[in-house]
């Protein structure tokens, strides 16, 4: 696969990486998603329209890029993403390097002791494939033993660095592993770029767009060092 040009995370000042997948016009996005992301011109000066300003319209679907999943995705009377407490993703947590190509699985986890209340992101070889073309389907995805191992220890929040939480070549754990987070209040953070930090402790501030009654919304995640 050929490479796409993408910027990489970088730090701040401050200690602050952006995490978040840039949205653009030749961005990646789930095969077979009905609307594909446009980011086009309405007005700018290049196209002599006698306006002296820039203004862009956007049109995508609310899973494109850095996004944060609501139970409303599964359940359409679950809670919506602008109800969302404001402090679900912000403050301290975690990103955990796994080494296994194929799936996170429980027993790779089990070595982390993991904690109640945790908000715990996984670093996969999947931050390597957002320089490429082409989607990735054989992604590492979590394993629906590991959910259910995630959900036994009441962790409060998931993030993976790829587009899905689940598989995209197995329905079945796509739909049970979302259901296990999502079930059990926990918020599912999808399309992280992971490949500038390295595992450990950070703080974490992620806050979706307020859509009313939305089942997901884009987010802005940046993390820094404990």
């Known amino acids: 696969m050929a490479e796409k040009m993408a910027s990489s995370p970088r730090a701040t000042k401050s200690g602050w990486i952006d995490i978040s997948y840039p949205l653009s016009r030749d961005m990646l996005y789930w095969p ?16 002599g329209q006698g306006r002296p300003i820039t203004m862009a ?3 995508i679907n609310v899973h494109n890029g850095t996004h944060i999943d609501a139970p409303r995705h599964f359940y359409p009377d679950g809670t919506s993403i602008d109800e969302m407490p ?33 908000r715990i992101l996984f670093k996969t070889i999947n931050s390597s494939y957002y320089r490429l073309d082409k989607f990735v389907e054989d992604y590492v995805h979590v394993s629906t033993e590991a959910a259910h191992f995630l959900r036994d220890k ?7 660095d790829y ?3 689940g598989s995209y070549l197995d329905p079945k754990n796509l739909l049970e592993v979302h259901k296990t987070f999502l079930d059990n209040g926990i918020w599912i953070l999808e399309t992280i770029d992971l490949s500038a930090v390295k595992a450990g402790n950070y703080e974490i501030i992620c806050l979706p767009l307020r859509l009313t009654q939305g089942d997901a919304a884009p ?6 060092p404990l």
Not at 88 to 98: F, K, T, V
Not at 219 to 224: D, E, L, N, P, T
Request: proline fraction near 9%; avoid cysteine; hydrophobic fraction near 40%.
């Open 57 to 59: 319209q956007l049109n």
């Open 154 to 160: 009441k962790i409060s929040v998931v993030g993976l």
């Open 163 to 165: 587009f899905a939480i």
């Open 219 to 224: 987010a802005r995640a940046i993390v820094r």
């Open 32 to 47: 077979g998603d009905p609307i594909t992301p446009h980011i086009d011109w309405l007005y700018h000066p290049d196209k």
């Open 86 to 118: 404001l402090d679900a993703i912000m403050g301290p947590a975690r990103i955990i390097e796994i080494k296994d190509k194929e799936s996170v699985k429980p027993k790779e986890l089990e070595a982390h002791n993991i904690q109640p209340g945790e």
